[in-house]
């Protein structure tokens, strides 16, 4: 639980605190003296009397109490030390710096344990071990540099990584960015990035509280909390970036059907953080990136102005905001021409805005000026100015700055001359500005923000649904895949249209059942996982004797059980799929079907349970979507009724959470009406 003492204590021993300050016991006690701690601060070193002119308790039985401890010494010397603060020192915040503890094995993670619950027992909070520290605007608890502007209106910053965190900082320092807070959390051992975010939700103060925050994960060990809190800072007005690591899956992971071969543990972050509305990253540069769009207040709409004095860079900047879905639209209005006349011959206003190498700061002032009173078809503006070095710009950057802090429409500054113009960027820097250095970047994360939608909300009105009967079921059947009659009673309870089918062991109950539905029939094989791979479909089966025939070859496949009869059906193939994931819960996929989720792998996921809206921005951004809408006088799916099945599927996984793979492949659909054609599901209780 985070507490005061951690967050500004008022008085600080740092254990293991030396004079050496090339050491980290050393250079946390310096980062803190230079950072001017307000509080009381100790020293405890066995060999010391005297540490950089703080007195030095040999033994930390004489130490007086204390609010926080930040600890640099080996991993075996921890647990007696913690003991003693914690019971006798009235200790409430332990930051362990050390390493040797569960990154290292089994009895390292013993140590650590020990560690959890002596704090635990204290109401006690534990950041670390192994990690860089914390650093607030109230002490500088790292041992690591740069120590970033500390700015109580700046950015958020909680890391899963220390050695990442610094080069974050590195990074954003060098663009602009302040901070407020940042946590380095190490091992996660009491407390993780989940924990301390959950902490800044429920202390957030709309009028102090910094309005960014920036998360680098290594490991999402309570994606439930991480969804409900970051959910909520950003309905509150905050904006949320993060990077996740390890998006990749080493190995190969068993999947016996469609859904569970295209679901992942990285698909499953994807879905938490479109669903919380987090912008996800894939690297510092990209985060920091972000966290600058982030500094500006919020555009209206997806229209930008580029305003440039340079023309290769304003293509280069319309690309990729073309291609992330922004525009910049042409500007022909009545006032194009006035501002073309403030202009030096040659200049261009119709978007980009080019006024020119020999552009000055006097036009750039008049181009903001007109974009934001006189050009109603631009709602944010991106300004690129470098310099080739044969004069100072700092006349330019002053109207950025200008500018910037009362223009209603956002401003985004590029930046590129950071070595020629390095006075000029390092005095708007002062100013209190971040920017970017490359366009291309600048659009890339202005994409990410404008495509990353907002919370969403959690919907759970599954009146429709027989629960009753569903439990009846899944309390009724073993672990593995579900028998077919099931199934359809099953779909039936949420009222997920099927096609009318029977299974049958043999062929007089099979002909018997033919005189309740008309020929064309499919014939499927009921057992072998992919039927289709064993030729355990076929199709177009007309006659009696056919039928006669087509049974005796499907029950001869190996594992074949019975075999399912139903209409045939036409129509375009559609797919959509659950899997449970740890810790997660489960995942929904839709995508075209049949051979295509195969061959294409264009699958679509979100994080149950679902809402109409969340399901239609899933259909929606299929690359298939065109193909979806029917193209080339081919009908296509109502994608309203496709969503409606999505979340009639989250109301059957609400209510039979063992359910953990589950295949609607194929849906036919023909308009509004779409029906499952076949159907798996797998269950597994007390997973």
């Keep these: 639980m985070i507490n005061q003492e951690l967050l500004n204590p008022k008085s600080i021993v740092v254990v293991g605190g030396s004079n050496d300050i090339h050491k980290p016991g050393g250079k946390i006690l310096k980062n803190i003296i230079d950072g001017e701690f307000k509080g009381k601060l100790y020293v405890t070193n066995p060999k010391e009397t005297n540490v950089q002119g703080i007195k030095s308790y040999q033994k930390p039985e004489d130490l007086p109490n204390v609010d926080l401890a930040i600890i640099a010494i080996q991993a075996k010397y921890c647990v007696e030390l913690v003991k003693i603060l914690a019971n006798e020192k009235s200790t409430k915040a332990f930051i362990i710096i050390s390493a040797g503890f569960s990154e290292i094995g089994e009895e390292g993670a013993k140590i650590e344990n020990q560690l959890v619950s002596i704090i635990n027992k204290v109401d006690g909070v534990l950041i670390g071990p192994n990690g860089v520290g914390v650093l607030t605007p109230n002490y500088h608890g790292v041992f690591t540099e740069p120590i970033p502007k500390m700015d109580p209106k700046g950015v958020d910053f909680i890391s899963g990584s220390g050695a990442t965190a610094v080069f974050i900082l590195e990074t954003g320092v060098a663009r602009g960015l302040t901070f407020a807070n940042i946590f380095s959390v190490g091992n996660s051992a009491q407390t993780g990035v989940e924990d301390i975010l959950k902490h800044l939700d429920e202390n957030f103060d709309k009028e102090k509280s910094p309005k960014i925050k920036l998360l680098y994960l290594e490991n999402i060990d309570k994606p439930q909390m991480l969804l409900k809190h970051a959910s909520s800072l950003i309905n509150k007005g905050c904006k949320i970036a993060a990077i996740k690591a390890g998006s990749s899956d080493a190995g190969s992971r068993a999947a016996s059907s469609h859904t569970g071969a295209l679901a992942s543990s990285d698909v499953a972050v994807d879905a938490l953080f479109k669903k919380a509305g987090i912008v996800r990253c894939y690297g510092r540069s990209q985060l920091v990136s972000v966290a600058t769009v982030f500094e500006q207040h919020e555009a209206k709409g997806k229209n930008f102005a580029i305003v440039t004095h340079a023309g290769g860079p304003a293509v280069m900047l319309t690309d990729a905001l073309s291609k992330g879905g922004l525009t910049v639209p042409e500007i022909r209005n009545e006032y194009s021409k006035f501002l073309l006349a403030e202009l030096f011959p040659g200049s261009s206003v119709s978007n980009p805005i080019d006024f020119l190498a020999t552009g000055t700061a006097e036009h750039l002032r008049t181009i903001i000026e007109f974009v934001n009173k006189k050009f109603d078809e631009v709602d944010a ?223 679509s996921a979100g994080l149950a349970p679902l809402n109409e809206d969340e399901a239609l921005s899933m259909i929606q951004s299929l690359n298939s979507y065109k193909i979806l809408k029917g193209i080339r006088g081919q009908q296509g799916a109502d994608e309203k009724k496709l969503a409606e099945i999505m979340i009639r599927l989250s109301a059957l996984l609400h209510f039979a959470p063992e359910i953990v793979e589950l295949d609607l492949n194929p849906l036919l659909a023909e308009g509004e009406k779409i029906i499952a054609v076949d159907a798996r599901m797998r269950i597994e209780k007390n997973k």
């Design 381 to 603: 503006m991106a300004i690129i100015f470098g310099t080739p070095g044969l004069s100072k710009i700092f006349d330019v950057y002053e109207v950025l700055n200008e500018k910037m802090k009362i223009s209603k429409k956002p401003i985004y500054p590029v930046l590129p001359s950071t070595i020629v113009a390095k006075e000029e960027v390092a005095a708007f820097v002062a100013n209190g500005n971040s920017y970017f250095t490359d366009e291309v970047v600048l659009g890339e994360a202005l994409a990410k923000v404008y495509n990353t939608p907002k919370p969403s909300k959690i919907e759970c009105n599954f009146a429709f649904a027989d629960d009753k009967k569903i439990r009846q079921i899944i309390d009724g059947v073993a672990n593995g895949y579900i028998e077919p009659l099931k199934v359809q009673l099953l779909l039936d309870s949420v009222g997920i249209p099927r096609a009318k089918e029977g299974v049958f062991k043999s062929k007089e109950q099979a002909l018997k059942f033919m005189d309740k539905i008309s020929y064309p029939v499919v014939m499927k094989v009921v057992g072998p996982v992919h039927k289709s791979d064993v030729g355990g479909v076929v199709l177009n089966v007309k006659s009696n004797d056919e039928l006669d025939s087509v049974f005796d070859k499907l029950m001869k496949i190996a594992e074949a059980e019975a075999v399912l009869i139903q209409p045939m059906l036409s129509g375009m193939e559609l797919f959509v799929g659950a899997k449970y994931e740890e810790r997660f819960g489960h995942l929904i996929l839709v995508g075209l079907g049949g051979i295509f989720i195969e061959a294409l792998k264009d699958v």
